[in-house]
């Protein structure tokens, strides 16, 4: 019989066959947007500190007097040993930002989207769910724990999606939507205002992923969703991007709260997050509906980018954000690639199957405030010379 680590080492082998193992390698991140690794200071254009807050005095103070008055971790789930004033105070604030009735914290993105959509299903029995194929793969982890029927469109391509609600589900109890508003690897933006319509003529409900949009986009940074008429019906996001931090919210109805207050298991079931972590939230959540000049920078140095690839003739495909892909095709190109530019000074990370379709691998540059013109070029630069 074989041992549990030569099965799990078989399959490591399998994994590393077809180029595909992946490795934790060393890195220190420090302020400014720059990360150390193997004596070499990179420029960084792979993490999602959109905003650059993650390094922000008043987060990381706001942080230390959370962790000052209440300690290092929460001890239980909400629901056992309740929940402080300032985690209310502070579900209130998302909700205000988002221009919801109330608001949900969850430990992470990935949990939100794994708990919250079950959750939402469960009490919606036997309905229909219409997703975009790009979305995050959190969404798909939800949608296998529910066990839902899947109608997939291809990528926001709603006459697809309409296609669909017209032939498939129609006997369906209820039908629900669901889409990123920024897709993470191609940094293009779905067409919210005409999914509202679209839902609301097929009596559908819309479920949202911000993840990417929140602190970036819309009004004060409040999201995409904030900006159509009347909201969506269920909107999360991340803090663990713009905002600097870690955790995630789902933002609604007061009855949709209450639900997944009730039945979202990932919630019900695990640790409150750390007082600091929620304490660097609030504090993120009181700075960043000002920070329009930053947000202004972001779309300026996101269009300079994508400019300086097309000249390069690179495809970065339906880009509209601070998300820039640098679209490559095969995967060890786009590996090649990612090496030549960290010995260079810069860390670009390449995205590659199954982030991402066969034949798509590609740079996925991602924007942050605190990057400059010249940072912009000099990567520019940098793929023009490593090509
Ligand atoms: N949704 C989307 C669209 C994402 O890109 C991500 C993060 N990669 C998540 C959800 C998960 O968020 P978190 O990193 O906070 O778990």
Excluded at 128 to 140: P, Q, Y
Excluded at 222 to 243: I, Q, R
């Amino acid at each position: 019989m074989q041992s549990l680590d030569e099965h799990l080492e078989a399959a490591l082998r399998r994994v590393e066959q077809a180029a595909r193992l992946r490795v934790l390698r060393p890195a220190g991140l420090r302020a400014n947007g720059r990360v150390e690794r193997e004596g070499r200071t990179l420029l960084d254009f792979s993490s999602n500190d959109y905003l650059g807050l993650a390094t922000h005095p008043v987060l990381t103070e706001r942080a230390r007097e959370w962790t000052a008055r209440h300690g290092t971790g929460s001890g239980a789930s909400r629901l056992v040993t309740g929940t402080s004033e300032e985690v209310l105070a502070l579900e209130a604030k998302v909700a205000a930002f988002k221009g919801t009735q109330a608001a949900l914290v969850f430990a992470s993105g990935w949990q939100a989207n794994a708990a919250a959509i079950p959750a939402l299903l469960s009490a919606l029995p036997g309905a229909a769910v219409f997703c975009d194929r790009l979305n995050h793969a959190s969404m798909h982890a939800g949608l296998a724990i529910a066990g839902a029927r899947q109608h997939r469109f291809r990528h926001n391509d709603l006459d697809h999606l309409e296609d669909l609600l017209a032939t498939k589900g129609a006997e369906a109890p209820a039908r629900v939507i669901l889409t990123e508003s920024v897709f993470s690897m191609d940094g293009d933006v779905a067409d919210l205002r005409r999914l509202v319509q679209v839902a609301r003529a097929h009596g559908a409900f819309l479920f949202v992923d911000e993840a990417h949009a929140t602190g970036v986009l819309g009004p004060g940074g409040a999201g995409l969703s904030a900006t159509v008429p009347g909201g969506v019906d269920v909107v999360m996001g991340t803090f663990s991007k713009a905002l600097g931090g870690f955790g995630a919210y789902v933002a609604g109805s007061r009855a949709l709260i209450d639900w997944l207050t009730n039945v979202a298991s990932g919630f019900v079931f695990s640790t409150a997050l750390p007082p600091g972590v929620l304490g660097a939230v609030d504090a993120a959540l009181d700075v960043v509906p000002a920070m329009n000049s930053e947000r202004a920078h972001l779309t300026a140095l996101a269009d300079r980018l994508r400019a300086g690839l097309a000249r390069l003739g690179l495809d970065h495909g339906t880009s509209a954000t601070q998300i820039v892909p640098a679209v490559i095709g095969a995967e060890a190109d786009a590996m090649a690639l990612a090496a030549a530019l960290e010995e260079r000074g810069f860390l670009a990370a390449a995205i590659r199957p199954p982030t991402v379709p066969p034949g798509t691998s590609r740079l996925r540059l991602a924007l942050r405030a605190t990057h400059t013109e010249a940072d912009v070029d000099a990567v520019i630069e940098g793929i023009s010379a490593c090509r």
